[in-house]
Nanobody
Framework: QVQLVESGGGFVQAGASLQLSCTAS????????MGWFRQAPGKDREFVAA????????HYLHSEKDRLTISRDNAKNTVHLQMNDLKAEDTAVYYC?????????????WGQGTQVTVSS
């Protein structure tokens, strides 16, 4: 069982940067592929980024890959999502996800989400 807690969301102006963090419970963090999804108002939840258990492989939503960086610190049970040049369409609830088997999903564990609001 893994519990995920996101932080770092907030209200920012367009063009700003924001780093989301997710801290996982448990002693086997390095056994889980980690990722981020988001859900904008009135839209389906969509994949944003993922990182392998060791951190040597990453995968991004194609249209956003130039503005995003996912990273992890296995010693601190933490995964980060750095988002640059934020746009109004990035406004969404961002969810941290984890899975022991699937780098590309589906993901078994989900956090509660953190709200990101970008004002234009």
């Amino acid at each position: 069982q893994v519990q995920l807690v996101e932080s770092g969301g907030g209200f920012v102006q367009a063009g700003a940067s924001l780093q989301l963090s997710c801290t996982a419970s448990g002693r086997t963090f390095s056994s889980y592929a980690m990722g981020w999804f988001r859900q904008a108002p009135g839209k389906d939840r969509e994949f944003v980024a993922a990182i392998s258990r060791s951190g040597d492989s990453t995968h991004y939503l194609h249209s956003e890959k130039d503005r995003l960086t996912i990273s992890r610190d296995n010693a601190k049970n933490t995964v980060h999502l750095q988002m640059n040049d934020l746009k109004a369409e990035d406004t969404a609830v961002y969810y941290c996800v984890a899975d022991a088997l699937n780098f590309f999903g589906p993901y078994k564990y989900w956090g509660q989400g953190t709200q990101v609001t970008v004002s234009s």
